[in-house]
């Protein structure tokens, strides 16, 4: 799928407003009770991955789609709304632990979108399902996950870099956006649900300053969230789409606003090594392999910040450069 930041080309660093400096984001806060609402622009995520099941199937769900600056969907919404509908067949006590999905057409963000369940197998230990994700009865992304019961077995995982600053030693996006005056800049500071801090800077207004396949990135949920692992586990889909594909332009010497760029996601898989928050700060450790045929294959290692490895990913994308 276009990734919704492809809109920031329309802006240049003299959209700057010069008067005054950015206002801060909103604080949002989880109200007591025992169903937490999320307020904010991370309520508007949850707001949007609550699927209406269908009363006739049991296998089949409906959602809406969150505005965006161009008018499609954004890839990582439809991934974790596919991964929901999937889990929300499955028995409890069994977590997702890998999804592998195709992005197959843009959607459109005024138009519901069906959720349909398959249920491939029920196994002892595993669960496997297929959600295809319709619009207009044709699939926008189509995604086979794997669930399974917890258990025991041979544990190990590669250890965090070292000498890695702390989040709060890194600029956020609401420091390298907030202070443009631009609606697609306002909308990727003070409407994103989740704080991005890159290490070795943002893309969004320029290319890096070396060309490098290797890129940093602090990520969380800008509001304390839900006590649900399913969900988590979906919203770390949501958020790793914003920045899969990133090591690619670094490495291609590009940003988010080279002129005459096309890129979009083409497939995705997660493996889920262990359990995940996103609204703790968690790293990405991401790298690109290999370019070609106007493809761009990203990669990430995802850490908390004690350095424990709780998921892997990887994403291929289109990127035709002019």
Sequence with gaps: MSDPRESLRGMTTHDLAAPEPAEPAPAESVPAGP?????????????????????GDPDQFTGTSLPQPHGRVFGGQVLAQALLAAGATVDD?????????????????????????E????????????????????????????????????????EMPRGVPDPEDVRSVFDVLGPIDH????????????????????????????RTGRQM??????????????????LLAFACDQVMLEPVLRRAGRS???????????????????????????????????????????????FTRDGTLVASIAQEGMVRLP
């Design 119 to 158: 249920r491939l197998r029920d196994g002892r230990s595993f669960t496997a399902r297929r959600t295809h994700a319709l619009q207009q009865g044709v699939p926008i992304l189509s995604m086979i996950a794997s669930f399974q019961v917890e258990q025991e077995g041979v544990e190990y995982a590669e």
């Design 35 to 55: 169903e937490p609402a999320v307020a904010g622009p991370t309520g508007v995520v949850l707001a949007a991955l609550r699927l209406q099941p269908d009363p």
């Design 256 to 302: 988010w606003v080279t002129p005459g760029m096309a890129i979009a996601s083409l497939d995705h898989a997660m493996w889920w090594h262990r359990d995940v928050r996103v609204d703790d700060w968690l790293l990405y450790v991401q790298s690109t392999p290999s370019a070609q045929g106007g493809r761009g294959l990203g990669a990430a290692r995802v």
């Design 93 to 117: 006590g069994r977590l997702p632990h890998s999804l592998h999905g195709y992005f197959l057409r843009a959607g459109v963000i005024d138009e519901p979108i069906t959720f349909a369940v």
């Design 217 to 234: 990135a602090w990520i969380r949920a800008r509001s304390p969230l839900p006590d649900d692992q399913l969900l988590h586990r979906a």
């Design 183 to 210: 609606p697609v800049a306002r909308f990727w500071s003070h409407e994103s649900a989740f704080d991005v801090r890159h290490v070795e800077g943002a893309l969004y207004l320029g290319p890096a300053p070396e």
